[in-house]
């Protein structure tokens, strides 16, 4: 039973680049959460999307930054044009849904992106 | 929204003793779970404990809901427990969902 996997693992983009960072849930989970870890800060969450919809972009910034889930497919972050101030690691999690008993929250192992 | 404060920020402990790291939060939560940030970088779910008591080998926890507050213990410490432990909160606004707020971690070394 595959846990959450995200890619790349590492990822260099030079300022002004695009980053696509992609997060495929624990099968049979519907629901995603992205989370970013700046350096020497804690967790901050950033989106909760479900298949095709956006619940909650609170954390979100409010340029440069999009997530999808589509019907097909991973979970996708996707930065515009970066700079070095984006550089962290972003953590995806899924988890099976709100209609049950809640789950731990389980993550993936992260994508490190470096901005140059 | 809900604070999240954790004690000590850092710790080091001879391999084989004991430890207890607090997480205080300053409202009421529905969700509360802690987790371990290896030095590799990686997150792993060591409870989802809102209220009561828990143990996992060598490691428990503690809620008490009513005075927002919970304990992470660490027995017998080995140098594999080192890294940051995180404790992360979420509210009863946010529903049965994954939306955690999260300390800024206790950063523990474990010394041979």
């Known amino acids: 039973n595959a846990g959450v996997m995200q890619n790349p693992r590492h990822l260099v983009r030079r300022r002004g680049q695009e980053a696509r960072l992609r997060c495929s849930p624990m099968k049979g989970h519907s629901h995603v959460y992205w989370y970013r870890q700046l350096p020497e800060e804690g967790l901050k969450f950033m989106v909760y999307?479900?298949?095709?919809?956006?619940?909650?972009e609170s954390g979100m910034p409010k340029e440069r930054f999009s997530a999808e889930f589509p019907k097909e497919g991973p979970s996708i972050l996707r930065i515009q044009q970066v700079v070095r101030g984006d550089s962290a690691a972003y953590f995806c999690a899924s988890s099976p849904g709100t209609g049950g008993p809640y789950s731990p929250l389980h993550f993936g192992n992260g994508t490190r992106l470096t901005v140059t | 929204g809900i604070q999240v404060e954790q004690s000590p920020p850092d710790l080091i402990l001879q391999e084989g003793a004991n430890s207890t790291l607090r997480c205080n939060f300053s409202d009421s939560v529905n969700n509360l779970q802690w987790f371990h940030q290896n030095p590799w970088g990686q997150l792993i779910n060591l409870f989802y404990i809102p209220s009561g008591t828990k143990q996992n080998g060598r490691l428990s926890a503690t809620t008490v809901a009513t005075e927002r507050y919970s304990l992470l213990y660490i027995s017998s410490s080995q140098t594999t427990d080192s890294g940051v432990y995180f404790c992360a909160a979420g509210s009863p606004t946010s529903g049965n969902t994954g939306k955690l707020i999260f300390g800024q971690g206790t950063t523990l070394q474990v010394k041979p």
């Open positions: 999307l479900q298949k095709e919809n956006i619940i909650d």
